[in-house]
T-cell receptor
Framework: EPEVTQTPSHQVTQMGQEVILRCVPI?????FYWYRQILGQKVEFLVS????????KSEIFDDQFSVERPDGSNFTLKIRSTKLEDSAMYFC?????????????FGAGTRLSVL | AQTVTQSQPEMSVQEAETVTLSCTYD???????LFWYKQPPSRQMILVIR??????QNATENRFSVNFQKAAKSFSLKISDSQLGDAAMYFC??????????????FGKGTLLTVNP
């Protein structure tokens, strides 16, 4: 069964460093998402991406964040200068985008630890 | 903005028993979808069950069923014949059906379910 894959599973970085989180969505999906979950808190929407551009972003998704789909298969989230408060689990999701359910399938997540 | 509330941070159930997880939501929209996702210790969220707001009939998936009360904005999950593998964090999620939403999900804080042997 197709699944969303995310790498790495755990990323440790120093404050101020740039990190890139990678995702391979399900191949025939059209909508792509990033969510994050700070330990003990709810899963929060960061950004949605469709037709090679951001379609919606939350207040969390400030200028330090960017997304791209560089090669038609990968979907990346970049944090330019990490802060301690960026430490969280980051989930990638993809969906077909059909009217109706548009079920989102999630990856296993990347745990980002900013030291 | 829509909000989703799960009032039970933790629940426990004996194996083979039935447990109900609560979820309420707030929205001014009439068309939307509701979901329950399961997040086991491996941390990949898996869809458990979904409900369209326009359907009065409650969704069921094997041992999982929902009690959808649209007027009360309530969407509880019932797990029958609980199994050890049901132990996980359960998230209730809302998705607008309006064209401008891009289908983003709004999650509750989750309920951690423990299944005791």
């Amino acid at each position: 069964e197709p699944e969303v894959t995310q790498t790495p599973s755990h990323q440790v970085t120093q404050m101020g460093q740039e990190v890139i989180l990678r995702c391979v969505p399900i191949s025939n999906h059209l909508y792509f998402y990033w969510y994050r979950q700070i330990l003990g808190q709810k899963v929060e929407f960061l950004v949605s991406f469709y037709n090679n551009e951001i379609s919606e972003k939350s207040e969390i998704f400030d200028d330090q964040f960017s997304v791209e789909r560089p090669d038609g298969s990968n979907f990346t989230l970049k944090i330019r200068s990490t802060k301690l408060e960026d430490s969280a689990m980051y989930f990638c999701a993809s969906g077909k985008g059909l009217a109706g359910y548009n079920i989102q399938y999630f990856g296993a997540g990347t745990r980002l630890s900013v030291l | 903005a829509q909000t989703v509330t799960q009032s039970q941070p933790e629940m426990s159930v004996q194996e083979a028993e039935t447990v109900t997880l609560s979820c309420t939501y707030d929205t001014s929209e009439s068309d939307y979808y509701l979901f329950w996702y399961k997040q086991p210790p491996s941390r990949q969220m898996i869809l458990v069950i979904r409900q369209e707001a326009y359907k009065q009939q409650n969704a069921t998936e094997n041992r999982f069923s929902v009690n959808f009360q649209k007027a009360a904005k309530s969407f509880s999950l019932k797990i029958s014949d609980s199994q050890l593998g049901d132990a996980a964090m359960y998230f209730c999620a809302y998705r607008s059906d309006s064209g401008g939403s891009n289908y983003k999900l709004t999650f509750g804080k989750g309920t951690l379910l423990t299944v005791n042997p």
